[in-house]
């Protein structure tokens, strides 16, 4: 076990936030990134979403999820000294491919969620075959 790294959270790296707005739930599209500039009204007011820059956070890693409508919004948020950006888009198309099938066959094993494209292993000869064998060693180490 590496030594502990004072300027590191012990507790957690790792933070998962999913919210399901019960009122005003037309304000969540404020939030949720677009190429275009998002705009509503809301008790006679006229808003715009503002985009800011990513901002460095308490943890490694964000995943801040949001119903909109029908859909679910996700954002990461995440460490650039730690991810690289192509990395973390290949874990957003992983996590999107998991959401996927758990939510199209409620009985599946999450160890046989497969990406589109890729050949189905047995789960014993691979334990998290949505991951690439790079990304798969990334996680175990």
């Given at each position: 076990m590496p030594p502990r790294d004072p300027?590191?959270?012990?507790?957690?790296?790792?933070?998962?936030?999913y919210q399901k707005p019960q009122r005003a739930a037309e304000l969540t599209r404020l939030f949720v990134p677009t190429a275009?500039?998002?705009?509503?009204?809301f008790g006679g007011l006229e808003l715009e979403a503002y985009a800011l820059a990513q901002q460095e956070g308490q943890f490694d890693l964000v995943l801040d999820?949001?119903?909109v409508g029908d859909d679910i919004a996700v954002t990461a948020r995440f460490a650039t000294d730690l991810f690289a950006r192509e990395r973390m888009i290949r874990l957003m198309h992983h996590f999107k491919e998991i959401v996927r099938a758990v939510t199209t066959d409620v009985t599946i094993?999450?160890?046989a969620v497969v990406p589109?494209?890729?050949a189905a292993t047995s789960a014993s000869?691979?334990?998290?075959?949505?991951?690439?064998d790079e990304d798969r060693e990334e996680v175990q180490f």
């Open positions: 300027s590191r959270m012990p507790v957690f790296d790792v933070a998962f936030v275009r500039p998002t705009r509503i009204s999820c949001a119903e094993a999450l160890n589109p494209g890729r000869s691979c334990p998290t075959p949505a991951l690439t």
